[in-house]
């Protein structure tokens, strides 16, 4: 049974720090991993998404690299602002090639102080 | 494209009521997804189907749950009856697959709280 862990579960900083968010899950037989973000009351917002063949993803500001081998991914946001408090959560997805189920991890929720 | 919609926004019910929530997907997408989520516990992934077939209902806690998916265009989940620990966020999702690509595209859920 697949087990997703993120760390920390918790992280403040001051406004403009670099910060990488650790995502670590037990069954590397994975099609594909993605990072949501969370608002609170809010639905799932997709980040970005890593193929299983793939080292790493980027999109502006956000950086996500892939270990499979080793169970590990992580998610780099560089110059963080107070519009990226949120909760950040991992989903590897075990769909074998069809669009599969997610299992996610407890989030890391940060906030960014100004 | 007004994304994943989820009917109600707020539920309040009492204990041993039948509770139904209701999504309907993106247009096009062949995947939806049911997850729950709690402070405790999580996302967890209830039910998922493909292309309006049930794949995976392993993550439904009991049979008081169920979940239908008539056509394309809606599904809905069933807690029948309801008791105080199904109080939680239900949120439905959608994906399509084409090639390499996906999307994956969450509804703003549905606070659920049986009294």
């Known amino acids: 049974k697949q087990e997703v862990t993120q760390i920390p579960a918790a992280l403040s900083v001051p406004e403009g720090e670099n910060l990488v968010l650790n995502c670590s899950f037990t069954?590397?037989?994975?099609?594909?991993l993605q990072w949501f973000r969370q608002d609170p009351g809010k639905g799932l917002t997709s980040l970005l998404l890593?193929?299983?063949?793939?080292r790493e993803q980027t999109s502006g500001r956000l950086n996500a690299s892939l270990d499979k081998s080793s169970g590990r991914s992580t998610l780099y946001i560089a110059a963080s602002q107070p519009g990226d408090s949120a909760t950040y959560l991992c989903?590897?997805?075990?769909?074998?090639?069809?669009?599969?189920?997610?299992?996610f991890g407890q989030g890391t929720t940060l906030q960014v102080k100004p | 494209d007004a994304g994943v919609i989820q009917s109600p926004r707020h539920e309040v019910t009492e204990m041993g009521q039948e509770v139904t929530l209701r999504c309907k997907p993106i247009?096009?997408?062949?995947?939806l997804f049911w997850y729950r989520q709690t402070m405790m516990r999580g996302l967890e992934l209830l039910i998922y189907?493909?292309?309006?077939?049930?794949?995976?209902d392993s993550g439904m806690p009991e049979d008081r749950f169920s979940a239908k998916m008539p056509n394309a265009s809606f599904s809905t989940l069933k807690i029948q009856p309801s008791e105080p620990r199904d109080s939680a966020v239900y949120f439905c999702?959608?994906?399509?697959?084409?090639?390499?690509?996906?999307?994956?595209?969450f509804g703003s859920g549905t606070r659920l709280t049986v009294v």
């Open positions: 999702a959608s994906s399509f697959r084409q090639g390499l690509v996906y999307g994956y595209t």
């Open positions: 069954d590397s037989a994975i099609y594909n």
């Open positions: 890593i193929q299983s063949s793939q």
């Open positions: 989903a590897p997805n075990h769909g074998s090639g069809n669009t599969g189920k997610l299992i």
């Open positions: 247009s096009g997408h062949n995947s």
């Open positions: 189907f493909n292309n309006n077939v049930p794949i995976d």
